[in-house]
């Protein structure tokens, strides 16, 4: 017996001077090691493609700009990691004006107007700014949103801000007129764009990213006919 213990010690002893650790340890620290590894790729990997130039950079940005209509901006002004998750209401913020969309006079009164308040409650002093109501027949904004991100407006109320009698600013469906009413404030929601760098895809898709303010957002387009097709928007 106390051979066995002096042989024990002695392992040890000589153990602790060759530096071994447990199995245990060692395992766990493979593991970790690997799971660092695996993060670190995926999180620094690169969308892989041909880099666009300097003129189709220049392009994409006078697509995203948009500044007369605002027919394209309003699409970078929300994240989403595929169109059916966008908020309209939030795409939808300022007058598209290929969409359809025209001003209601809030200062006439109509059956149209007051169907509108029914539903929202008083437009007066809803918000710090003058409120505002943009008209969007379902067929022209269907059209619109076919054009723009692939899929009508139906397939596209998940993630959407609806306007409501508690919370008024929001998208408004009335089934009597067939049309979207946008109650909002429209104020300083435009977004100048300067792309940093983008690559094209295997499978045609122009992936793009560009600051906002301290951010970087990563858009991506489908080329079309007549221009661009909106797939995702996703901050970095």
Avoid: H
Wanted: aromatic residues 8%; glycine residues 6%; charged residues 15%.
């Amino acid at each position: 017996m106390k051979r066995i213990l002096i042989l024990a010690l002695l392992a040890a002893f000589v153990c602790s001077l060759a530096g071994c650790t447990s199995t245990t340890s060692s395992s766990s620290d493979s593991t970790t090691a690997a799971t660092t590894t695996t993060t670190s790729a995926a999180t620094t990997a690169a969308i892989s493609g041909t880099p666009l130039t300097a003129a189709q950079l220049a392009d994409i940005d006078t697509f995203l700009t948009d500044a007369d209509s605002t027919d394209n901006n309003g699409f970078i002004l929300t994240t989403y990691g595929r169109v059916q998750d966008i908020d309209l209401y939030e795409a939808l913020y300022e007058l598209k004006a290929g969409a359809g969309g025209t001003f209601l006079d809030l200062s006439t009164p109509s059956a149209e107007l007051s169907t509108v308040e029914a539903a929202v409650g008083s437009l007066d002093n809803i918000a710090d700014e003058p409120t505002k109501v943009i008209k969007y027949p379902r067929a022209q904004l269907d059209a619109f949103l076919i054009r723009k991100i692939g899929i009508p407006s139906a397939d596209a109320m998940a993630n959407t801000t609806m306007a409501s009698a508690t919370a008024p600013l929001g998208l408004l469906y009335l089934e009597a007129y067939d049309a979207y009413y946008l109650v909002g404030c429209f104020s300083n929601n435009w977004i100048r764009v300067e792309a940093q760098n983008g690559v094209i895809t295997a499978d045609g898709l122009w992936v793009v990213s560009f600051p906002r303010n301290t951010d970087t957002y990563t858009v991506t387009l489908k080329p079309t006919a007549d221009g661009y097709q909106f797939v995702s928007n996703v901050k970095n």
